[in-house]
Nanobody, 122 residues
Framework: QVQLVESGGGLVQAGGSLRLSCASSGGTFSSYAMGWFCQAPGKEREFVAAVTWRGGSTTYARSVQGRFTVSRDSAENTVYLQMNSLKPEDTAVYFC???????????????WGQGTQVTVSS
């Protein structure tokens, strides 16, 4: 059973940066992609970014392109989300999850982490 643990969330002022981590254990990750999603109160879970373990191919939501960078450390079984130029509208709980291919739909993902809160003040 794959287990995912997110960390790195917190409170930051607009324009600031945070780096989220997603540590994975309990499974084989070489054939998986990893995705980041966010969910604000009263809203549906939204795709943020994703990366493949092999080759490091990436895809981003348009709203974060140029500000966020997703990366992976295969040796550490950890995926990162570097978040720069943060905006108040980025405030949400951020989740990581696994998928068998590079996908933007939450329905393609399973093995979700518990989430980490990101709050951006104006």
């Amino acid at each position: 059973q794959v287990q995912l643990v997110e960390s790195g969330g917190g409170l930051v002022q607009a324009g600031g940066s945070l780096r989220l981590s997603c540590a994975s254990s309990g499974g084989t990750f070489s054939s998986y992609a990893m995705g980041w999603f966010c969910q604000a109160p009263g809203k549906e879970r939204e795709f943020v970014a994703a990366v493949t373990w092999r080759g490091g191919s990436t895809t981003y939501a348009r709203s974060v392109q140029g500000r966020f960078t997703v990366s992976r450390d295969s040796a550490e079984n950890t995926v990162y989300l570097q978040m720069n130029s943060l905006k108040p509208e980025d405030t949400a709980v951020y989740f990581c999850a696994t998928a068998r291919y590079l996908a933007v739909s939450a329905s393609a993902y399973n093995n979700w982490g518990q989430g980490t809160q990101v709050t951006v003040s104006s």
